[in-house]
């Protein structure tokens, strides 16, 4: 073989490298942390088991149309191998590590990262198809979880339960504001008594002072009222002659006024009752006298 033909064909090798991922290749950073929270997207969780590094979830947004799309766009670190490309997953954000594993061909089956799936809220399932050749539903899981001396029917499934978290609901509205900016609240009395309301408040009534002198009004009331409801009472003179208390044309009328009280400070209603009686008493008598030494005049 010449020399230009033995260029070429290296420069035609390098080419066919060259669209192959090779080992240790970095995917672009994206999707993000955690589950999807809605339907919208496509969880992927990956679990390490013996590699140490615990177990990670992963978003991938959007529709998904494979499940190695799935696996990039959530924002992990890939490689496939140097036969198959990234038709089969050799390594997951550096694991196993290059020293372990050279990802020339397929890994053995006593060390391979295995295919899952689940829709949310049901159970893992081992893929029966490469990550090629699956298109995950919207809302659904993808799981990687490494299986070290394993094979198929006994190899671990991911460690988290493929069910997205409720979302969180919403706050409360904060209650609307009182009209008039709420009831007014009187301040704290002094001393830190109860409060009084004042007069003419609510469930009270003021009486407005009476014209002249308040015990005198009120009496006078009180004693017209009596009398105004009250019998006659009929009394005696001395002459013997029974009278009225309502009087007659000729005698004075006597006014009976009821002891109901007495005004601020004057003297008691039952008092002043007892001197009226006692003086109509002796006007009759004096009255009926005369009559008398009218009717005698030899005496």
């Known amino acids: 073989?010449?020399?230009?033909?033995?260029?070429?064909?290296?420069?035609?090798?390098?080419?066919?490298?060259?669209?192959?991922?090779?080992?240790?290749?970095?995917?672009?950073?994206?999707?993000?942390a955690g589950y999807c929270p809605d339907a919208s997207g496509v969880t992927v969780v990956v679990d390490f088991h013996e590699l140490g590094g615990g177990t990670v979830v992963r978003c991938a947004s959007g529709a998904q149309a494979t499940g190695l799309a799935a696996l990039k766009n959530a924002g992990f670190e890939i490689a496939g191998t140097l036969?198959?490309?990234?038709?089969?997953?050799?390594?997951?954000e550096g694991k196993p590590s290059a020293a372990s594993e050279k990802c020339v061909d397929t890994p053995p089956a006593s060390a391979y990262w295995s295919y899952w799936h689940a829709a949310n809220g049901g159970g893992w399932a081992y893929s029966d198809k490469g990550?090629?050749?699956?298109?995950p539903p919207a809302g659904s899981f993808e799981g990687w979880s490494f299986s070290l001396n394993r094979n198929a029917s006994d190899a671990p499934r991911p460690g988290v339960t493929p069910k997205r978290p409720a979302p969180t609901p919403p706050p409360p509205p904060p209650p609307p504001a009182a009209a008039g900016g709420g009831p007014a609240v009187p301040p704290p009395a002094a001393g830190g008594g109860p409060v009084v309301p004042p007069a003419g408040g609510a469930g009270r009534t003021t009486i407005p002072p009476a014209a002249g002198t308040p015990g005198a009004t009120l009496s006078a009331t009180a004693s017209a009222s009596v009398a105004a409801t009250s019998p006659s009472v009929p009394t005696t003179t001395p002459g013997g002659v029974t009278g009225s208390s309502g009087g007659t044309a000729s005698e004075p009328a006597v006014t009976e006024v009821a002891a109901s009280g007495s005004g601020d400070g004057g003297l008691p209603l039952g008092t002043i009752a007892g001197a009226v009686l006692l003086a109509a008493l002796a006007v009759g008598g004096v009255v009926t006298a005369r009559r008398r030494r009218a009717a005698d005049p030899d005496d």
């Open 1 to 32: 073989m010449s020399r230009r033909a033995a260029h070429a064909a290296t420069v035609v090798v390098l080419t066919a490298v060259g669209s192959v991922s090779w080992p240790g290749s970095a995917a672009a950073a994206a999707g993000s």
């Open 83 to 92: 036969r198959w490309g990234e038709g089969f997953i050799c390594r997951i």
């Open 131 to 135: 990550v090629l050749n699956r298109k």
